[in-house]
């Protein structure tokens, strides 16, 4: 840190965080084609200051007197070549200063400037347009920018200043009265933004949704003040929807939401009767970056007779909807409702009940539409699907939502397409979990499977694990796991076209006493070596116990490092037409020879092909070797 005198002010010079300085490159070497949005953002800053200092001041009565006619105002100076936008919101106090404007407060988007490869700005740029870089974004217009603040309640105001480069200077300033005025030095090449026209359009655009009215302060040729106020000013959900285009929705959204993208979907309504709320809620078609971060948390603006209470409220949506943006505004519920109270609060309660109930109605009809909700579901069905286990009351609901890939047709397929074209003596939904569909369509214990044409689902979100247990039936057909020693296909007719004359199997005896010379040599790598029925290539392959963890979930709780404390009970299945089983059983017949080298391979074979290493490699290696030898 040095120190620096500026016009008597003392400044202390401080570096940005390392990812503010990466983003600042970013950003400043072309991050958006269409720069305009640097005024969005900070007139979105502005605008959410106004709404935090309106809801502090409803508990903190010393705050009252500032906390109304709000505005935002902005500047146009073309002799100074700058650009000044100012609010009379909560405004910063130092350290909020050097915490909000010197590093990247929110932790996915910190993430994801760390891993930004400096060799592909451009490419990665776009992908980081998606979460918004709000005040970082003047930099792509400045030069220079400097802020000017007081935090409502304080009397000392702050001066902040940087080129953004990696560095920002800080000091006390004058500030008259709380709230925040930040000045643009424009860059030569953004000088275009003085027209009076060009701002006026832009804030048109962008923030015409905004609540507070936006006003450009001027002179007329007389020299005198003129004001000039930009924006509707009237909250964008307090309008009728027939007066409202998609372009204002979608710009909502992205002032809502932070992001970039178009919105999938769009629900904007009045709730009537017991308890009244409007909401105006929206689906992104892009993953915010952090869905999956183990706070899962939900987003909806909370808002009581259109003064924003808290973005922060759990209650207001489940976790498995955390994926939907936008706002909710009740007069039912006190003004002076504090965050604590939200919590389980019986009318916020029955107001979630209301969105959930909305959203899946329109997830409903939207599904309609398969090409369009592919979209949907590839980008939000892993999260969706959490709602399979957490809300039981909806389970039905969100089960007829699901789609799956599946081992018989490409594309999403539902629960009801699946029992719709279920075979003949079939009584159960057959589905297998793994890392990839496609290696899941040729895994060994589906061949019994796709000998009889019968449809196997196949799950590959982590997820999946977990609700698949949670749901017993659908229709009241059994969910069984294909991957199980249960999954009996006997009962399935076989396919009517099929005239080839069966595999000629190895005697029972034969394969009995092979089974139980495996057995020995694998030891407890297994929990059972039987005979079996779906194998039709494969020689071998496992299996997991009726009811007991799957392959696939006890391999993601190794990889997470959990202990599961006890040997899994894996079953391995020898395929009894085989040559090599038949082989391999008239030799343990015949009582001839040492059958342990082969029988670990069987193993070794059979975890591989599950996407698992051999047991041990050094010696799978040399029992290759040597099984290869005796075939040169
Ligand atoms: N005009 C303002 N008045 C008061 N605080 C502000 C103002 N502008 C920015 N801030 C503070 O600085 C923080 C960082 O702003 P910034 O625009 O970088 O991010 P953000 O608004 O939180 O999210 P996003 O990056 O999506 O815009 C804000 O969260 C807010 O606390």
New binding site residues.
């Given amino acids: 840190m040095t120190d620096t005198k500026t016009e008597d002010r003392i400044e202390d010079r401080l570096s940005f965080q390392a990812e503010v300085t990466k983003l600042l490159d970013i950003v400043v070497h072309s991050l958006y084609s269409d720069r305009r949005i640097f005024l969005r ?1 900070l007139i ?3 605008s ?2 106004c709404d935090k200092l309106r809801y502090e001041a409803l508990t903190t009565p010393a705050l009252r007197e500032g906390a109304e006619d709000f505005r935002i105002t902005l500047r146009l100076d073309k002799d100074a070549g700058t650009i000044e936008i100012a ?1 009379n ?4 106090n130092r350290a ?1 200063l050097i915490d ?2 010197g590093t990247i ?2 932790s996915g988007t910190e993430e994801f400037v760390k891993h930004l490869k400096d060799a592909d700005k451009q490419g990665e740029a776009r992908l980081i347009g998606q ?6 974004s003047s930099f792509m217009v400045a030069e220079q920018v400097q802020v000017f ?1 007081r935090r409502a309640g304080e009397t000392q105001g702050w001066h902040w200043e940087s080129d953004g480069g990696g560095a920002f200077s800080i000091g006390e300033a004058e500030v008259t009265a709380p709230g ?1 005025r ?1 000045v643009l030095h424009l860059r030569e090449d953004a000088k275009e933004f003085l027209e009076d026209w060009r701002l006026k359009s832009t804030v048109k655009t962008y923030s015409d949704h905004i609540e507070i009215p936006v006003v450009l302060l001027g002179k007329d040729d007389e020299g005198k003040d003129t004001e000039e106020t930009l924006n509707e000013a009237s909250a964008l959900w307090t309008r009728p929807r027939s007066e409202i285009t998609e372009e204002q929705y979608t710009e909502f959204y992205h002032h809502v939401s ?1 992001a970039f993208d178009t919105p999938w979907h769009t629900v904007h309504f009045k709730a009537e009767g017991a308890i009244e709320y409007t909401g105006l809620l929206f689906v992104p078609s892009q993953k915010p970056f952090d869905l999956f971060q183990p706070e899962r948390k939900t987003h909806i603006k909370l808002y009581v007779n259109r003064v924003f209470i808290t973005d922060d409220a759990p209650e207001v949506l489940p976790s498995y909807l955390r994926f939907v943006r936008g706002i909710v505004d009740s007069s039912d519920l006190p003004l002076n409702v504090s965050r604590e109270m939200l919590q389980n609060n019986p009318v916020l309660r029955k107001i979630q009940g209301g969105l959930v109930k909305r959203l899946l109605g329109d997830l409903k009809k939207r599904a309609e539409n398969a090409d369009e909700y592919a979209t949907f579901w590839e980008t939000f069905g892993a999260v969706l699907k959490e709602g399979i286990y957490e809300d039981f009351e909806r389970r039905s609901d969100i089960l007829e939502l699901t789609r799956f890939r599946s081992s018989t047709t490409d594309g999403w397929v539902s629960l009801a397409d699946y029992v719709s074209r279920m075979k003949t003596g079939q009584e159960e939904i057959y589905y297998i979990t793994g890392d990839d569909a496609e290696t899941l369509k040729r895994s060994p214990q589906l061949e019994g499977f796709r000998a009889k044409g019968v449809e196997v689902l196949l799950l590959t979100d982590p997820v999946d694990e977990f609700w698949i247990n949670a749901v017993p039936d659908y229709q009241g057909k059994a969910l069984k796991s294909a991957a199980s020693s249960a999954a009996g296909l006997d009962a399935v007719a076989d396919p009517e076209s099929k005239d080839e004359t069966p595999e000629e199997t190895a005697p029972t005896d034969q394969i009995e006493a092979l089974a139980k010379a495996l057995q020995e040599t694998l030891g407890d790598a297994v929990k059972e070596v039987r005979s079996s029925t779906r194998l039709k290539e494969s020689p071998v392959c496992l299996v997991s116990e009726d009811g007991g963890m799957s392959l696939h979930l006890e391999r993601m709780l190794k990889q997470a490092g959990q202990d599961m404390g006890h040997k899994p009970g894996r079953i391995m299945e020898i395929n009894p037409s085989h040559p090599l089983i038949k082989g391999m059983a008239a030799k343990v017949a015949s009582g001839g020879g040492d059958l342990s080298d082969l029988g670990m391979l069987l193993l070794d074979q059979a975890l591989i092909v599950e996407g698992e290493a051999p047991a041990d490699p050094v010696a799978f290696a040399r029992r290759l070797s040597t099984v290869m030898t005796g075939a040169v």
């Fill in positions: 953002e979105s800053n502005a959410d200051a609010d919101g909560i405004g910063m909020e909000n404007l407060a929110r979460f918004g870089v709000g005040f970082y603040t925040t930040i932070h």
